[in-house]
């Protein structure tokens, strides 16, 4: 199913009316049924700590909390730098690039889309998701990209309420 008008509105009205994390859930809502994923995560960027923080997970095997060394994952993040998106479209590339591949391929995941979220040139996270091989395409990365802007006053807030 392609983005409709009816989902940016959507997820509009859930980041300007509904806490953040229910605001999360609603993304994940449509992302499912736009692009699909076994797991979707929102990471937000804690700069001076060098790390990035979880602040909503589809998955209890990667709860909200958990942080990250930047790094460990030095090549999504300097593609995102440069692109906005970033692609490990098979398990060799999730291998190469995630420290944590074989947790993730415990999972069924062999392929993972990253979209940084920006404002006004300051990286402020990423939205995660995480598949099958073959899963995502470039209609998919647009979608991701739009979805990654969409969210970005939610991760403005510092940290956000996710209560």
Same mark, same amino acid.
């Given at each position: ?9 959507? &997820? ?8 953040? =994390?229910?605001?999360? =859930?609603? &993304?994940? *809502?449509?992302?499912?049924? %736009?692009?699909? @994923?076994?797991? +979707? *995560? ?28 930047? #790094?460990?994952? %030095?090549?999504?993040? #300097? ?6 998106? @970033? +692609? #490990? ?7 190469? &690039? @995630? #420290?944590?591949?074989?947790?993730? @391929?415990?999972?069924?995941? %062999? ?13 402020? /996270? *990423?939205?995660?998701?995480? /598949? *099958?091989?073959?899963?995502?395409? %470039? ?7 739009? +979805?990654? /802007? ?14």
């Amino acid at each position: 199913m392609k983005l409709t008008r009816a989902h940016i509105d959507e &997820v509009l009205r859930a980041v300007g009316e509904e806490p953040a =994390a229910t605001a999360f =859930a609603a &993304v994940a *809502t449509i992302a499912q049924a %736009t692009c699909g @994923f076994r797991l +979707l *995560t929102v990471l937000r960027y804690d700069e001076p700590a060098g790390e990035v923080v979880r602040v909503y997970s589809s998955d209890p095997a990667y709860p909200v909390g958990g942080r990250k060394s930047l #790094a460990a994952y %030095t090549v999504n993040h #300097a593609v995102m730098a440069a692109d906005g998106c @970033f +692609l #490990a479209a098979d398990a060799d590339a999730i291998r190469r &690039v @995630f #420290a944590d591949h074989e947790r993730l @391929f415990a999972l069924g995941i %062999t392929a993972i889309l990253n979209a940084q979220v920006r404002v006004s040139g300051r990286r402020l /996270g *990423t939205l995660n998701l995480s /598949g *099958t091989q073959g899963q995502y395409g %470039t209609e998919e990365v647009a979608t991701a990209r739009l +979805l990654a /802007g969409l969210i970005a006053p939610l991760l403005a807030v510092n940290p956000p309420d996710v209560s």
